[in-house]
């Protein structure tokens, strides 16, 4: 039997731990009556010049909430309802201007689409700015209820998750969840159906241990720190905080400050680093990429590592987040996050060491505003517990999506798939001769 090791992302506060907070309930039927008539059409952003591929770039159907992301090869893929097939696409990207195509001039498959970057002059990118950049921070976690969606969404959202040694893909786990959305201003906690996953797991790769990600799709969801800045920005942490301003930048052509942020040198316990993206006429986050300091590898080991063999040592390299919103009508609205950990195992009587990577990313694919304000009931609600890799069937259905728009696969993952499906076909062929005779 292989031993377990499970890792759970779970976050210290200065004088606390802060332990993401699960809900009950799996396998319920989505609340969208979405239509089974679309085109999809599939393709890559790039950078005009440099031909150089555009990780995290938006993509939206103009006038719908329909939306997905790019890859981190730049590629996408997107289904589009055939009643909006002769709206416009809008893509978006930090620091480039916003482009917009006729979805009706689209090709279904190898579009290439080149976006300009936005060229700042000197006198705009080194506009003043406020004097106190942790005030603007302030200011932009109190102005959540006038700036975000402030009524209650059900969304339908795309999850993935990964892990990797080295750089083998050894396990994949997929998911489409309904995220039960409260409003910005309300404490109330969101909640999560699981709809429908598909998973696959070589464990010959995996050594002596089973790694697993405890949370799934909840450790993606609380990284929306507008909605939970408490995972990063409590009243008592921002003052343990240097927040400073770097060089000015634009997105959807609005002006963003930068504010880079690190915690201070007597601060002992492991904070964040990193960088904020906040739009400079109305104070709204926009973006957030940040990093957890791991500096003391015994408390950055204790905060992420459940439970371990005894002839190991484990801690991680490297735990990195990014969280994107999205606006519609002058409101923004959580569209994408991911978080990456990578750790080290440490074997005794062993010449070489172990390197594995989790990766977990969800991007928003569409929404609808719940205007009866439906919540699942609580025996329909993910559990904390959630092993997304336990709960999910295999990769055998070509067309298991469906109609659900989702991350386009690296070329690694999707490599990593066809042989899965080889390998199921190849099993079914034995076992089913083997009944014949």
């Known amino acids: 039997m292989l031993q377990e090791n499970i890792f759970s992302t779970r976050h210290y506060s200065v004088k606390y731990l802060l332990v993401f907070l699960l809900f009950v309930g799996i396998g319920v039927d989505t609340m969208f009556a979405q239509t089974t008539n679309y085109t999809e059409f599939a393709g890559e952003v790039l950078d005009a010049d440099s031909k150089k591929p555009l990780i995290f770039a938006t ?34 990207f930090l620091g480039y201007k916003t482009k917009q195509i006729a979805i009706a001039e689209l090709e279904l498959k190898k579009n290439k689409i080149f976006m300009n970057e936005f060229v700042m002059a000197l006198s705009e990118a080194s506009i003043d700015a406020p004097n106190d950049a942790e005030a603007l921070v302030k200011e932009t976690l109190n102005k959540k209820g006038d700036n975000y969606l402030n009524e209650s969404t059900v969304m339908t959202a795309f999850y993935r998750e990964t892990i990797k040694k080295r750089r083998t893909n050894v396990s994949l786990s997929e998911a489409v969840v309904n995220i039960y959305k409260t409003p910005y201003s309300s404490k109330k906690t969101d909640a999560l159906e699981l709809y429908k996953a598909r998973k696959s797991t070589d464990y010959t790769k995996l050594d002596t241990v089973a790694l ?41 052509d609005q002006l963003i400050y930068v504010i880079d942020f690190k915690q201070k040198p007597e601060i002992i316990d492991p904070l964040y680093f990193g960088k904020l993206y906040i739009d400079a006429e109305n104070k709204i986050l926009t973006s957030a990429i940040y990093s957890l300091n791991i500096t003391d590898k015994r408390l950055a080991s204790q905060m992420f590592v459940r439970r371990k063999p005894k002839n190991a040592e484990v801690w ?122």
Do not use: H
Request: net charge neutral; glycine share 4%.
């Open 212 to 252: 697993k990600l405890q949370g799934g799709p909840f450790n993606t969801l609380f990284v929306d720190m507008i909605k939970y800045p408490n995972y990063i920005f409590t009243p008592e942490t921002l003052a343990y905080y240097d927040f400073s301003f770097d060089t000015s930048t634009r997105v959807n």
């Open 59 to 92: 993509l939206t159907v103009d006038n719908t909430n329909v939306t997905t992301i790019t890859n981190s090869e730049g590629q996408f893929s997107l289904k589009v309802p055939n009643e909006y097939k002769e709206n416009k696409l809008t893509i978006a």
């Open 316 to 437: 991680p390299t490297e735990v990195s987040y990014r969280v994107d919103y999205r606006e519609k009508n002058g409101k923004w609205y959580y569209g994408y996050s991911n978080v990456l950990l990578e750790f080290k195992i440490n074997w005794d009587k062993r010449l070489f060491n172990s390197v594995y990577s989790m990766n977990c990313e969800m991007a928003i694919t569409d929404w609808e505003k719940n205007t009866d304000n439906a919540f699942p009931k609580y025996k329909d609600r993910m559990k904390s517990s959630i092993i997304l890799s336990d709960e999910a069937i295999g990769f055998s259905d070509p067309d298991f999506w469906g109609e659900y728009n989702i991350i386009e696969p690296e070329k690694s993952i999707e490599s990593a798939i066809k042989k899965i499906q080889r390998q199921l076909r190849k099993d079914k062929t034995i076992n089913g001769g083997t009944a014949a005779r």
